[in-house]
């Protein structure tokens, strides 16, 4: 009962105490979005370990396999180790992401790529698309939409464009150059071509020295027409199955590129293929940008283990206007002093951290849970979690305050668990940006284990699966966390009201 | 009602130390039930020291502090709801009204309902603070006001023993004649006084009992009138230039008669009041007087007779 009318009390100082209020509120919250709004789409995301390539696909035609050309093209691109593809839906979104430097290019296939690649061949009424340095890209209608202030990253784009598309045009020419080894255009041209010579002996029938392969099939079928259509295929068949037997490692009718060179299918090489997502938001707010998903939960943290700060001072002023000794003085309990002292925290740092969620998720779009969520999970991390932190906050601050004589005492004292350990527990730098070992480092303090839960309950993508271990686990160690540092403060409390000396 | 059953108080041989420095040096006395009883002492004497452990905030090394026949110990929080301590220093929420101060330290004491509302009110009127102030922020006070209301949260529970450490200290006249007024009427009502304060007035106006403490030793403890007893009346007069022949006859008749510096000058001390006896003498030897001033005994005199004129720290 006393420890209500203690706790009343302090929640009515600290009502009265307006600017204090709202600096407990606000300021989390407007550091949450100055933040949001100064840094970059990438903030707090690892550097991609694959290199992204941006692709518009426009191609309406079809190509082998009755599959449009640019598939295969991105097919070609997504199967190199070390590239990931990204789907971008419209040109204007295209032009958009290049000409505000998020993307250093785009590739795009235009509507008539199957169609320009099927004219692709080596036969001078097809369309060569080849020079010097690899592939005409405007012969097969593929454009490439380049940021000038990122020409490096955008010449590295285009050469894996040349070569996807020298992979996809080059098996395609040669397998249709092949099959038309057996084409009767061929043969005859072949036949008129090649001459064999006549051997002395027959130069009485044939009176001269050469005689022409076509004339000679004729001769051979003697003037029969399907028998010297059936000679002409023949020798087509043998000029394939030669060729096929001397350049044994291709395949010559392909036409794909690991047909054409009997590649072995890497099953080792991750596939990625991405759909362009706005991280950056919308709006003023930039609402629903990613990167909230990484400042709420750490900047919830981080202002919810500010509280030391808030909570030792107004137990340094306790102690320094004397109402502490007189406190101690009446016949209320140590328990019950430290629980009148302890539910304000707790209550203040629950209605932060729901404060902050609630503001982040109607103001910035944050996204909390999945929609796979029961309510059972709900419950786990909107109401276990919360209490866990608050817990482990409260008990700091009881102990901090209890040790700090003065404020400047308080000031440096709570300099450690406030500024310090928030640096180590990832509130102030993502653990992305930080070295590999940083999140280590981190769970040995308690925003490490708040944050690493609070951001399993603000996933940066829907796709993500959520860890309910985890969150039970960094309840668990936050409740340990906050009952040792009670009962320390238990003691030392114990200690002052009874002392000896 | 005996003896035994009128002590409240009783400290026997208590010994605290501050490190190496006795705070308290095996200092024993009583303190009756109903009276005002004065601790005196310079600055560092102990008084503090002695109020803490009363108070059960302290715990001294050796000996024993009873109340009402049970020892006061830290952990007796019983004990701590049957004694109110005003401390030296302001001890309230400035961010709260008078009303909510007393309020919330009657809850802690247990009291609710409409016997916290009547005692707050009776407190509030006794300190002095019944009108519009009580619902005024307590750091907008005047010192006096806050000094008041220092005092009234110490009694708002209704405690049988109410410390007072120095309770006076930077108030005007006014507040401390109100406040000597609120001590008065809580002490009619049976409550008894430990009053610590510098002012020798104070404790002549208002104690029954005093008891003089210094370097941790209780060097006095009576009544007013019999600390007054310690010391001596001094008169001092002057006689005219032309009988001053008649000095031997003086100083024959008035053995601990003193000559002053000042040629003709003259001063007496006794514990009785000598001045009929120089009055008559004076007159029968046809001696003329030019001056005659009585130099009477008070606390002050015998605090610093008792405790020395040299500066403490």
Redesign the interface.
């Known amino acids: 009962m006393q420890s209500f009318i203690i706790a009343k009390k302090e929640l009515k100082l600290l009502i009265r105490d307006k600017l204090t209020a709202t600096v407990l509120f606000v300021l989390p919250f407007a550091m949450i979005l100055i933040l949001g709004l100064l840094l970059g789409e990438g903030f707090g995301q690892k550097n991609d370990d694959l290199m992204r390539i941006s692709v518009l696909n426009l191609d309406k035609g079809l190509g082998l396999n009755n599959k449009p050309w640019a598939e295969h093209a991105i097919d070609d691109m997504v199967s190199t180790p070390n590239i990931k593809v990204e789907i971008i839906q419209t040109k204007e979104l295209a032009n958009e992401l290049v000409k505000t430097g998020k993307r250093a290019a785009v590739i795009i296939f235009n509507q008539d790529f199957s169609d320009r690649v099927n004219e692709c061949s080596f036969l001078s009424t097809g369309v060569n698309p080849f020079h010097r340095d690899g592939i005409y890209l405007e012969k097969l209608q593929v454009s490439i939409v380049k940021d000038n202030k990122q020409p490096a990253t955008s010449a590295i784009i285009e050469s894996v464009c040349q070569i996807a598309l020298l992979r996809i045009v080059m098996p395609w020419m040669i397998g249709k150059a092949f099959e038309k080894l057996g084409d009767p255009e061929f043969i005859e041209l072949l036949g008129k071509e090649v001459s064999l010579p006549i051997p002395p002996s027959l130069r009485l029938l044939m009176p001269k020295e050469k005689i022409p392969l076509g004339e000679l099939l004729e001769l051979a079928s003697g003037k029969d027409v399907v028998l010297a259509k059936n000679y002409r295929e023949k020798v087509g068949q043998g000029i394939q199955t030669a060729l096929t037997g001397q350049f044994k490692n291709y395949n010559l009718t392909g036409k794909s590129w690991a047909s054409l060179t009997r590649s072995i299918n890497n099953t080792e090489t991750v596939k990625t293929l991405t759909t362009f997502q706005n991280d950056d938001g919308t709006g003023i707010l930039k609402r629903g940008a990613i990167r909230y998903q990484i400042l709420v939960p750490s900047f919830t943290v981080m202002f919810a283990f500010s509280l030391i700060l808030i909570s030792g001072w107004i137990f340094v002023a306790e102690k320094r206007q004397g109402t502490f000794n007189r406190l101690l003085s009446s016949p209320v309990s140590t328990p019950s002093i430290l629980l009148g002292k302890f539910l304000p925290t707790v209550i203040i740092s629950l209605f932060q951290i729901f404060f902050l969620l609630a503001l982040g998720k109607v103001l910035l779009g944050l996204k909390i849970g999945l929609p796979t969520w029961s309510l059972t999970d709900w419950a786990i991390a909107l109401i276990i979690l919360p209490i866990a932190t608050s817990f482990c906050v409260a008990s700091f601050s009881l102990l901090i305050g209890l040790l700090s004589k003065n404020e400047t005492q308080l000031a440096l004292f709570s300099s450690v668990p406030v500024c310090l350990f928030a640096l180590i527990g990832g509130c102030i730098f993502p653990w992305e940006m930080m070295p590999d070992n940083a999140k280590t480092l981190a769970f040995l303090t308690p925003q490490g284990w708040a944050l690493d839960a609070f951001r399993e309950i603000m996933p940066s993508s829907f796709d993500n699966t959520t860890d309910f271990n985890l969150i039970w686990k960094s309840a668990l160690v936050l409740t340990i966390m906050g009952f040792i540092l009670m009962c320390v403060t238990w003691i030392t409390l114990g200690g002052i009201r009874f002392r000896s000396s | 009602m005996t003896q035994a059953h009128s002590v409240i108080l009783k400290i026997d041989g208590l010994t605290k130390?501050?490190g190496q420095f006795k705070a308290l040096n095996s200092i024993s006395f009583n303190i009756n039930r109903g009276e005002i009883f004065g601790l005196l002492g310079p600055n560092g004497a102990g008084k503090s020291t002695l109020l803490s452990i009363l108070?059960?905030?302290?715990?001294p090394?050796t000996g024993t502090a009873c109340f009402d026949g049970m020892q006061i110990q830290?952990?007796n929080?019983?004990l701590?709801?049957r004694i109110g301590?005003v401390?030296q220093?302001?001890?309230?929420?400035?961010?709260?009204t008078a009303k909510?101060n007393l309020v919330?330290?009657g809850?802690?004491?247990?009291l609710q309902g409409t016997l916290l509302t009547k005692k707050v009110n009776e407190i509030l009127e006794i300190i002095g603070l019944d009108d519009g102030k009580a619902n005024q922020y307590s750091k907008y006070f005047s010192g006096g006001m806050k000094r008041r209301l220092n005092l009234g949260?110490a009694l708002v529970h209704s405690p049988e023993v109410l410390m007072l450490d120095e309770p006076t200290v930077g108030v005007d006249p006014q507040s401390r004649n109100r406040i000597f007024e609120a001590i008065k009427t809580i002490n009619a009502t049976g409550t008894t006084i430990i009053y610590t304060t510098h002012y020798m007035e104070e404790a002549e106006s208002l104690c029954n009992r005093i008891a003089i403490l210094d370097h941790g030793e209780i060097i006095a403890c009576d009544t007013l009138q019999n600390l007054l007893s310690l010391t001596k009346t001094t008169i001092n007069f002057s006689i005219i230039e032309n009988d001053q022949t008649k000095a031997g006859l003086l100083q024959q008749k008035l053995p601990t008669l003193k000559q002053a510096t000042l040629q003709g000058s003259y001063s007496l001390a006794s514990h009785n009041n000598p001045t009929p006896e120089i009055i008559n003498l004076l007159v029968n030897e046809k001696i003329q007087i030019i001056s005659m001033q009585l130099d009477s005994p008070n606390l002050e005199k015998v605090f610093l007779s008792l405790t020395g004129r040299h500066l403490r720290d």
């Open positions: 130390l501050h108070a059960g905030s302290s715990k090394h830290p952990n929080l019983k701590r709801a301590l401390p220093d302001f001890a309230f929420y400035e961010d709260l909510e919330f330290f809850n802690l004491y247990g949260i």
